[in-house]
């Protein structure tokens, strides 16, 4: 793999141990995907900053770096709010590890935007290289943004992060951006035919780690959310696109669809949805943007939840929304920034979650331990209201 002077300096230790493990990390990697160099990236999204997920361990390798990022990076939801994590009941012990994680990432000069929706908080653009790890981030990224990422681990990420570069493979390179299957979806009138995250949840089961080339659908922005991180949950789809939606598709190369083609029909979508009892609710997975925290604000307007209902968001998108933000917590619902449905311990202490989410559907059983059941955000209210 070629490298340039500098980046064989830092490989040879001349701008520290930590640097040139790091670099180490990157030729590693592109060496095993045949890599022929490495690309600059504009930003880094690192995961393994719940202490949930990183334990001892993970914390024990964070505290021994000893260098900073090159360029702008934010970390993955963590286990708990920073500010208030007594009120989604987390116990001390937690929260002491999960900030002893919070320092030891802020020495390494990452903003402490605990978020898989980076993209709400600075732009990323079409084009552009970046080195992020959460799956719906990098869903969203590849293939509503038209940006280039493959999907990162949480040290490859902080690799890239330090040296400003990441090896040059895989969904950096337009030939391996191509579609490789065709999803039609039946159109139909059943109630749920347009729950993007049930769509994705399917979709992501029939694509496994092909890259679908969806068709017969107009998804918004937001229900493309829904619908990659779905597919990421359930498959392994880091890039997808939508036939005229998303922006590689209006690009001669992709006028072809597919050959290989699976038809989801609506008696499927309507399949995974159930009606069976629930004792919490959890929406923003991934975490929700203005306009959705808006429609749930107009939805719970005048209601008052009648068990645990939080919705969980990006801090900084938190903050900028204040008005919505209190409209829905005066119904009792939470709006919960920093982390997740499956990060944190909170929601594992709940026998059944609904939630609006097709990731959310795809992990919540494995990683809380509790069932799940999905529906749309409307049927969340109805459900945690009457
Ligand atoms: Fe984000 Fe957590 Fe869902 S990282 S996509 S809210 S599982």
Redesign the pocket.
């Known amino acids: 793999m070629y490298l340039d002077n500098e980046d064989e300096m830092i490989l040879s230790g001349e701008y520290g141990e930590t640097r040139q493990k790091m670099m180490e990390i990157l030729v590693a990697l592109g060496k095993v995907f045949g890599a022929e160099d490495l690309v600059p990236i504009s930003s880094a999204q690192i995961s393994g900053a719940s202490y949930k997920t990183i334990g001892e361990w993970g914390l024990e390798w964070l505290n021994n770096l000893d260098a900073r990022v090159a360029v702008p990076s934010v970390l993955?939801?963590i286990g708990m709010p920073r500010d208030n994590w007594r009120e989604i009941g987390i116990s001390k012990e937690f929260a002491e590890k999960q900030n002893e994680v919070i320092k030891a990432y802020k020495k390494l000069g990452i903003k402490l935007e605990c978020t898989?929706t980076p993209y709400y908080l600075s732009n990323t653009n079409y084009g552009d290289h970046l080195a992020w790890s959460?799956s719906?981030a990098v869903s969203y990224a590849n293939s509503v943004l038209g940006a280039r990422t493959n999907r990162e681990g949480g040290p490859s990420a902080l690799a890239a992060a330090m040296i400003g570069k990441t090896p040059n493979y895989g969904l950096h390179l337009f030939k391996n951006r191509m579609p490789e299957i065709t999803i039609e979806i039946e159109k139909g009138e059943g109630k749920h035919s347009s729950h993007f995250g049930a769509i994705g949840y399917l979709a992501g089961k029939a694509a496994g780690n092909k890259i679908p080339f969806l068709t017969n659908i107009r998804p918004s922005r937001d229900q493309l959310k829904a619908l990659g991180?779905a597919m990421a949950a359930s498959g392994a789809v880091a890039l997808y696109h939508v036939k005229g939606i998303t922006p590689e598709t209006k690009l001669p190369t992709f006028a072809e669809e597919p050959s290989e083609k699976i038809i989801i029909e609506q008696s499927e979508i309507e399949s995974i949805f159930s009606d069976i009892t629930v004792d919490a609710v959890a929406v923003?997975?991934?975490?929700c943007s203005p306009d959705e925290l808006a429609r749930l604000s107009s939805l719970l307007e005048g209601k008052k939840v009648n068990k645990t209902f939080f919705v969980?968001v990006a801090k900084g998108v938190k903050n900028s929304n204040l008005e919505y933000v209190m409209k829905i917590e005066k119904s009792g619902a939470k709006v919960v920034e920093d982390t997740?449905?499956?990060?944190s311990p909170a929601m594992d202490k709940f026998d059944t979650v609904m939630v609006d989410?097709g990731?959310?559907f795809s992990?919540v059983p494995n990683m809380c331990g509790c069932n799940v059941r999905i529906g749309t955000l409307e049927e969340c209210v109805d459900e945690a209201t009457s």
């Open positions: 993955n939801p898989c959460e719906s991180a923003g997975c991934p975490h969980f997740c449905i499956v990060v989410s990731k959310a992990y």
